[in-house]
Antibody
Framework: QVQLVESGGDLVKPGGSLRLSCAASGFTFSDYYMSWIRQAPGKGLEWVSYIGSGSITIYYADSVKGRFTISRDNAKNSLYLQMNNLRAEDTAVYYC??????????????WGRGTLLTVSS | DIVMTQSPDSLAVSLGERATINCKSSQSVLYSSNNKNYLGWYQQKPGQPPKLLIYWASTRESGVPDRFSGSGSGTDFTLTISSLQAEDVAVYYCQQYYSPPYSFGQGTKLEIK
């Protein structure tokens, strides 16, 4: 069925690195823009990053710019988020989301169940 | 960057009654060339990921019950649940997609009175 499944969340020390993955199935992954969105424990939603279908257009939230890198492998139907220099405030559930709309104007119509990143010493 | 502000932060409504959630953007999300408002609404039930309810401010996503409706234009928007059902207990978020960074409201927690 149509779904997104995130993996890779873990407990990491401040300053550490981690790569999250998202496996897509049930739809033509290469046709869609994708995003990462996070939610700190008990808090609201924060958009993190966006990647176009061909990986040419990429956007980041200011809070992660220079530390996080989004990428995708359309042959493997997979989305990734490389996170470096992690901080306590990066602690959150990270959702992979399919983005639909026109160009850079997108809503998120399919979400995974999320993977938890905890940054703590 | 566009800031989204929802009101109220929480809301308790009796079953069968109307629930209204407001969302205000710090600048207009109406694109004049196509007269579309780049505003979406999401529902997040406890322990679940968010679910898209409405886009273009008033278009219901496929499968969303018609008791959910969206209205508004420019900077002021409303999500209305016409007759609250028990399964509507959730946190509701608005989101602007006029331009990145895409921003969400802080959320409105809807409970049964």
């Amino acid at each position: 069925q149509v779904q997104l499944v995130e993996s890779g969340g873990d407990l990491v020390k401040p300053g550490g690195s981690l790569r999250l993955s998202c496996a897509a199935s049930g739809f033509t992954f290469s046709d869609y823009y994708m995003s990462w969105i996070r939610q700190a424990p008990g808090k609201g939603l924060e958009w993190v990053s966006y990647i176009g279908s061909g990986s040419i257009t990429i956007y980041y939230a200011d809070s992660v710019k220079g530390r996080f890198t989004i990428s995708r492998d359309n042959a493997k139907n997979s989305l990734y988020l490389q996170m470096n220099n992690l901080r306590a405030e990066d602690t959150a559930v990270y959702y992979c989301a399919r983005a639909v709309g026109g160009g850079r104007s997108v809503v998120f119509d399919l979400w995974g169940r999320g993977t938890l990143l905890t940054v703590s010493s | 960057d566009i800031v989204m502000t929802q009101s109220p932060d929480s809301l308790a409504v009796s079953l069968g009654e109307r629930a209204t959630i407001n969302c205000k953007s710090s600048q207009s999300v109406l694109y004049s060339s196509n007269n579309k408002n780049y505003l979406g609404w999401y529902q997040q039930k406890p322990g679940q990921p968010p679910k898209l309810l409405i886009y273009w401010a008033s278009t219901r996503e496929s499968g969303v019950p018609d008791r959910f409706s969206g209205s508004g234009s420019g900077t002021d928007f409303t999500l209305t649940i016409s007759s609250l059902q028990a399964e509507d207990v959730a946190v509701y978020y608005c989101q602007q997609y006029y331009s990145p960074p895409y921003s969400f409201g802080q959320g409105t927690k809807l409970e049964i009175k």
